[in-house]
């Protein structure tokens, strides 16, 4: 995440990054609670699951035995197929 936080800090400033990247993160621990949100994408990965965070950011899971496994975190329509 520390991309994602130094791009938008580039654009809207580090205030704004970095509350928003705290918001992001609280989005990824919430998985924890309800972990089989979203939208199944077994297609690309067995169990991989992506959900939306605030129409600019798409988080790609896994709901793994014990835990929840953040894949790649995608941002502004960057394609996060290419990180899988």
């Known amino acids: 995440m520390v991309g994602l936080y130094e791009y938008i800090a580039e654009r809207a400033g580090y205030r704004i990054a970095g509350v928003y990247i705290d918001r992001l993160e609280e989005a990824c621990m919430a998985l924890a ?5 979203g939208t199944s994408r077994d297609d690309l990965l067995p169990g991989l699951r992506t959900i939306g965070f605030e129409r600019r ?25 290419d990180d899988l």
């Open 57 to 81: 950011v798409t988080i790609a899971f896994r709901v793994l035995k014990t835990e929840v496994e953040i894949v790649t975190i995608a941002y502004a329509g960057r394609r996060f197929e």
């Open 33 to 37: 609670t309800f972990p089989k949100r």
